[in-house]
């Protein structure tokens, strides 16, 4: 395996990180998750050190885990004995080969199993879903606390609930199988945040991180081939991800900024993975539960079978919004089933809908961008400038406040 350049060299540590506490958790117990985060950080920092000066090993993976393991065994031998620990740990025997890392044919189902460890249905979801996206995603506290909405405070006060109930758990790491079930719901909530950071990322040095849309794809992939997750909603959100994959090529232009919607090249977007996704939507289609994947993956299909944006099926789209905000209500869908509406009935139509909804408490710059748009669409001058100014000071990064200065005008 040879290291990755550059651009995706974060995208190799991040799933490594990772990959790393599943392993090691899974090998040590739960009740030294600390301590396994501790080693698998400090193996990351020496490869960072280390490998631009001397090269990366021939097999970076392994030595990334000799590293992590051996940290980590010298942090519990402080604690333990030696022979006892090796016996706990399996490690009785001389240390693996870095050239061949172990588990590497298990590393996808130890981070699968360990995603339904993190969703402990005895954690609010909450909860569970800091601690995967900080555990197994590798997202730093700004990350989760930008993600999803909420102070950095409240991230360092679920990650201590959630590392206490995972001291709690011990040393087992295989969840009761009449919990599989139960824990199915944050498991599919964490990928689907994870893909969302990569499709538009809040991070000021990349708008898109591709790599992470694809780890998300990868494991829900996983998820619906298992028999807990193979069931219509899983696939329905393999699906969405497939759907919104394909159109990431063309997102950005030459400079690497946001293309919006009516600007992208649509012969740029995959069509490999619009099939992919239509085949899963398909697929997902059996039985009778419609869920907010269902929705949204259709949504999606349609932008994707739409020959430009004029000749989208907007009231389709318009319908599926509307089945969105009852199966998970929230301002923000009212509001994209008001462009959608907009863009079928006219920007007057769309500010309608939105007369009286009271926008979300944390209400993102999509919010202002969008009231900004349709007033401007309607002649409302003021009213436009005040939401665009909100807008642009509220945008998370240069590459969206640019897209939204195209869009909306101003500076």
Known sequence: MSTPGPAPFEHF?????????????????????????????DAL???????????????????????????????????????????????????????????AGEIGDDLLR??????????????????ALKLLCGFDVREIAQRLSIGEGHVYKRLSRGRQRLRAIGAALDPPPDEHHA????????????????RLSLRIDAALRSELCDEALRLTTLLAQH??????????????????????????????????LDEQDRSRWEGAHIAAGLRWLAASA??????????????????????????TR??????AYAALER?????????NRALALAEWRGPAAGLALLDGVEPPARAPFGWSAALADLHRRCGHHEAAARYRAAALQSAPTPAIRAALVRRLGGR
Do not use: K
Request: net charge neutral; charged share 25%; hydrophobic share 45%.
């Open 13 to 41: 540590f991040r799933h490594s990180y990772g990959a790393l506490v599943a392993t090691l958790s899974r090998r040590f117990g739960l009740q030294h998750v600390a301590a396994v985060e501790d080693a698998a950080q």
């Open 45 to 103: 920092l020496r490869a960072l050190e280390t490998w631009p000066l001397s090269g990366a090993p021939d097999n970076p993976a392994g030595w990334l885990f000799r590293v992590a393991q051996n940290r980590l065994l010298d942090d519990l031998r402080r604690q333990t004995r030696r022979a006892g620990l090796d016996r706990r740990a399996g490690l009785d025997g001389p240390p693996p080969d870095p050239r061949e890392p172990p588990l």
């Open 114 to 131: 360990m995603l339904f460890v993190c969703c402990d249905p005895r954690l609010p979801t909450d909860t569970a879903l800091v601690l």
């Open 183 to 198: 824990r199915l719901p944050a498991v599919r909530a964490v990928l689907y945040v994870l893909f969302t950071e990569g």
């Open 227 to 260: 028999p807990t997750g193979a069931d219509p909603e899983t696939a329905a959100l393999v699906a969405l991800m497939h759907l919104h994959r394909a159109r990431m090529p063309a997102r950005l232009d030459g400079d690497g900024g946001l293309l919006l």
């Open 286 to 311: 059996e039985g009778e539960r419609f869920t907010r994947y269902h929705a949204e993956a259709s949504i999606a299909a349609e932008h994707c079978l739409a020959p430009s944006l004029a000749e």
């Open 314 to 319: 907007w009231a389709r789209i318009v319908e």
């Open 327 to 335: 199966l998970a209500p929230s301002p923000m869908h009212t509001l």
